[in-house]
């Protein structure tokens, strides 16, 4: 998405989980998740395990939510 220029990124940066993965059981009954991908931005860069960082960077805090605000979708609308 960063790479369209219409486009503005609000928000907190994303998990960097990027890679489809599976599982599978040890011997001990254990799970071991391997990545099976390797998934990079137009420019090369890999941002697994490092996230995206948005255009506008804001995060909601824990008291927004409890008082039913959100300011993060509120700067999304204002720059509609």
């Given at each position: ?14 998990s ?5 993965n599976?599982?599978?059981e ?36 824990k ?18």
């Amino acid at each position: 998405m960063q790479e369209l220029s219409n486009v503005t990124q609000v928000g907190d940066y994303t998990s960097g989980a990027f890679s489809d993965n599976i599982a599978r059981e040890l011997p001990n009954g254990w799970f071991c998740f391997m990545s099976i991908g390797d998934y990079r931005a137009s420019d090369g860069k890999s941002y697994e395990g490092i996230g995206v960082k948005p255009d506008v960077l804001m995060v909601n805090t824990k008291e927004d939510i409890l008082s039913g605000k959100d300011p993060v979708l509120e700067k999304a609308i204002t720059l509609l």
